[in-house]
């Protein structure tokens, strides 16, 4: 059993960011990245990601505490060589990857798909899986540069066209081409009846 975590207090919006670790990737999806960390900053919201502080990860954190905004990174034991903690910010560190995640939408109330690899698909559609057993109402946004989720949202209209997903399901979440898009979906969900900051988190 894990023992009790401790996490400074934030009343306000918290934006999840799933995103890549990898530094071999193309320079524009670095650049979004680090777009989300200073626009989350500038609307006063807090960025909660994995903890690290290489690729996509390590941008977006950067930015946002540059930019004066809070963060908070969560991530197991066993990654911190592996994807570098960044300890500048708000980090705690977990035993493992279920902890992890459990605590990353526990902290949230919406979520960024930015571009990534395995890890970053599988938190994306644990937290779609949850959404489709009605478990949360969370706004949950797929950060589509360059494309870069299409072969993912073939899959699901696939998934609805063999009678395994209902339609309505693909309502499920926002594709947005921009960080500026992106941020506007988050908006407009919290404000149409997004889970409110903070005050009522759904139970799985």
Known sequence: ???PVTIQPFDGLSVCLFCGSSETVRPEYLEAAREVGRETAKAGWRLVYGGGGVGLMGASARAAHEAGGRVLGIMPGFLRSRERLFDDVETLVVTSMHERKTLMYDQS???IVAPGGVGTLE????????????????????????????????VMRHSVEEGM???SFLQAWVICDTVEDAMTAIQQAVRDGGDAPHLQHDQR
């Open 1 to 3: 059993m894990s023992s």
């Open 109 to 111: 109330d919406a979520f």
């Open 123 to 154: 938190e994306a559609i644990e937290i779609l899986s949850w959404k489709r057993l009605d478990l949360h109402h969370k706004p949950v946004v797929f950060l589509n540069l360059n494309g870069f989720w299409d072969a993912l949202m073939a």
């Open 165 to 167: 997903t209902p339609a």
